[in-house]
């Protein structure tokens, strides 16, 4: 190799933007721009400290072998949606630490929309329902806790190491 070509494999993921740094809007309307969100198609419908409003349109890829969708999106959608509503709320990132998704009923096709409201708002930890619909329909409900992390962020973190 010469040096100039770059090794093969992923490009570097962009970091984080951390609620308040000043570095631009992070939870903007519109489609998630990276992570696992992005990969499944997470849309942001609205986005503050009281509430979050997530939509996503289901395809194939989000349904389990038989043919209803994965618990994995139902839970995924409840910790994004819970983890933006308390890094809005806190002014600062946080990391979901339990995550208790309970499934009402199966849905195959569709969209779904994820709503976030606050149960409790601590300094340190947050608590957060989630109300997953399709239509009217209630289809699934999570309660996610969240720990704000300190001002310093991930420090101890495994990518840090």
């Known amino acids: 190799m010469d040096g100039a070509t770059p090794p093969p494999g992923p490009p570097p ?10 570095e ?12 696992l969100d992005h990969l499944i198609g997470t ?3 609205e986005a503050g400290p009281r509430r979050v409003h997530l939509r996503l349109a289901l395809g194939p890829q989000h349904l389990q072998p ?10 995924t959608l ?4 819970a983890s ?5 709320n806190a002014k600062r990132a946080a990391v979901g630490i339990a995550n208790h998704t309970s499934f009402l ?9 994820a709503v976030a409201t606050p149960l409790h708002t601590g300094r340190a930890v947050q608590l957060w329902e989630v109300a ?30």
């Not at 993921?13 to 000043?22: E, F, L, M, N, Y």
Request: contains cysteine; charged residues 15%; proline residues 10%.
């Open 78 to 81: 409840a910790e994004t949606a």
């Open 132 to 161: 997953i619909r399709q239509d009217t329909a209630l289809v699934a409900t999570a309660r996610v806790q969240l720990y704000v992390l300190p001002s310093g962020g991930l420090r101890g973190s495994a990518r840090a190491r």
């Open 84 to 88: 933006i509503a308390a890094c809005l």
């Open 24 to 35: 631009g809007p992070l939870f903007s309307p519109g489609p998630v721009p990276r992570g």
């Open 105 to 113: 009923r199966a849905v195959r096709d569709g969209v779904l929309d």
């Open 66 to 75: 038989f043919g209803v969708v994965h618990g994995g999106v139902h839970a």
């Open 13 to 22: 993921a962009d970091p984080p933007v951390v609620p308040g740094s000043g």
């Open 43 to 45: 849309e942001i419908i």
